[in-house]
């Protein structure tokens, strides 16, 4: 068992940045891989990017909407996952979820995980 509690989100004005952080507890971090997954209203959910069990720069992946603009990052010692997002757009409105798989491969399937934090709210203004 994994249990996320994720924070950070607020309001944003378009080309600004925001960063989310996620408190991981339950398990050994490195044994599981993590994502951050958002939700616009009417929209799929969708893994905006995602990292290994253990956190190499080599070993994250992200969506074509949010490449170059976000970085994800983990500290294994802290038990914590974050997100940076810069370069803010309004289409990035959403909820964001971290999220945790059973697996230490990363993935780009909302479907692939387990585990999920609360959900924080990031609107980007125009």
């Known amino acids: 068992q994994v249990q996320l509690v994720d924070s950070g989100g607020g309001l944003v004005q378009a080309g600004g940045s925001l960063g989310l952080s996620c408190a991981a507890s339950g398990r050994t971090a490195s044994s599981y891989a993590m994502g951050w997954v958002r939700q616009a209203p009417g929209k799929e959910r969708e893994v905006v990017a995602a990292?290994?069990?253990?956190?190499?720069?080599?070993?994250?992946a992200y969506a074509d909407s949010v490449n170059s603009r976000f970085t994800i990052s983990r500290d294994n010692a802290k038990n914590t996952l974050y997100l940076q997002m810069n370069s803010l757009k309004p289409e990035d409105t959403a909820v964001y979820y971290c999220?945790?798989?059973?697996?230490?491969?990363?993935?780009?399937?909302?479907?692939?995980?387990?585990?999920w934090g609360q959900g924080t709210q990031v609107t980007v203004s125009s």
């Open positions: 990292i290994s069990g253990s956190g190499r720069t080599t070993s994250r």
């Open positions: 999220a945790a798989r059973g697996s230490s491969s990363y993935s780009l399937l909302p479907s692939s995980y387990t585990y």
